[in-house]
């Protein structure tokens, strides 16, 4: 096939930090390219290059070249990147919640019709006039139905996007890429992260379609069943190094999982409990909880949750399975009642909730969860200072400083546990990949020492090494600690390995409480409500 994308011998330092070593990757016309590798591995930072980012050439640029349709380019913004032809759908929305579907749509390539005013002064000064003509809503809001047909997206064109749950969002991102009509390589990073089994099938689907019409796809994602199902190519990389290109028919999920991590994937195995879960014991109790989130309404969720149980929280997007952790966690407005050891637990009170020792680890860890533009170790002490006084030292009544060296070795001890990719603990948390920031998140749940812990999809845009981890260090804190502990996931794989039990959330209410093991259909038809 006739190559789109060349790239050749890319190279990147970050502060010292050598995370690109001469990485070649090319892709051809209607190819779909599968770019794999742990997080921190140097996938999002060879994006970057490809697309142009800022951040790339404020920090001294990059060494190795680039073409496009054979021709070398030089890519220094990304509106650069769009008119070679190049779209990105990002692991974090790009979007402007505010504005419509069909505004976020065509933005910086809105349609606009004359007016007088406007052929009145453009007679004298094209551009002038052309600043004055109005914006075409109806041909605008025509397009913006046609690229959502594309993705298979049923919305109205005229909704507000920040009304929508985030699986809609993505399929906007990606409808967007697709109205560009001089698109000729898409890249698409975690797209599926945030999508339910059957959203993401429909993503594979479309994908198949664009590459059909000859559009090259560079797909990004830590789900090695969907490389499977659709790459033509697999690209591999580890420590910034390409370590392994494969064809599909080389590939196995096994095989690039230990590729990617450089050692044997092994099938997780729960250790037995030291303690007994027991009917009697509760450390949660919901009657009737209702949460106005956005996207994800509570309409009366009740049931109980056993001291020292993983307990998990299923179902669609949309039907308010995230609603549940965040509205007793007083993020947003909630009513009914939430006990917790037997006793009233505040609701519309955050710190109230962190008072009783239970924490919340959110899906939203840039909005919610992090500070970006401070340092590691400071996003996973600082909750705990705040509402526990920890890594504080006394010195006058009354009068308390930081302890960071205090604060400094316990983030040094996260960052091992937890294999944060970073270059120290006084790396701020934006330049982190997007998994390692979910790590950090998680370092700050921790620290808190709840025995009650909220973790909602917590390995969203995390590869399969830093997964397994994640789950494991789950269960650990669970088995150890005899923390009790409620995840909510999009993977329903993800929470029959792990749950005792598994309540299936559909349309605000709990539709059924599953056994790990109850048949594949009692799931699908509590799904379904």
Known sequence: MPHILELTGIAKEYYGNRVLKGVDLAVGEGEIVCLVGENGAGKSTLMNILFGMPVVHSTGGFSGSVKIGGKSVEIDSPFKAMACGVGMVHQEFMLLPGFTVSENIKLNRELTRPTALSRAVGGLDEAAGRRLERLDHAAMDADARAALARVGLEVSEDTTVGTLPVGHKQFIEIAREVDRKNARLLVFDEPSAVLTESEAERLLETMRALASDGIGILFITHRLDEVMAVADRIVVLRDGERVA?????????????????????????????SFEVSDKEMALDLQDLKVEMPGEPVTGVSFTVRRGEIFGIGGLAGYGKLGVANGVAGIYPSGGRVLKDGEDLPLNDPAGALRRRVAFLSEDRRGVGLL??????LNIG????????????????????????????????????????????????????GGNQQKVCIAKAITLDPDLLFVSEPTRGVDVGAKQRILDELVALNRERRMTIVVTSSELAELRSVCDRIAIVARGKVSRVLAPDAPDVDFGLAMAG
């Open 382 to 433: 600082l909750t705990s200072l705040q509402v526990q006084g920890k890594f504080l030292q006394s010195w006058l009544p009354g009068l308390s400083l930081l302890d960071r060296g205090n604060l400094r070795g316990h983030a040094r001890e996260m960052i091992e546990w937890l294999d944060i990719r970073c270059v120290g603990p006084d790396q701020p948390v934006r330049r982190l990949s």
């Open 372 to 377: 970006l533009d401070e340092s590691i170790e």
């Open 245 to 273: 290109e494969l064809k599909k028919s080389e590939a196995s999920v096994q095989r690039i999982a230990e590729l990617m991590v450089g050692r044997k994937i092994e099938k997780r195995e729960l250790p037995p409990r």
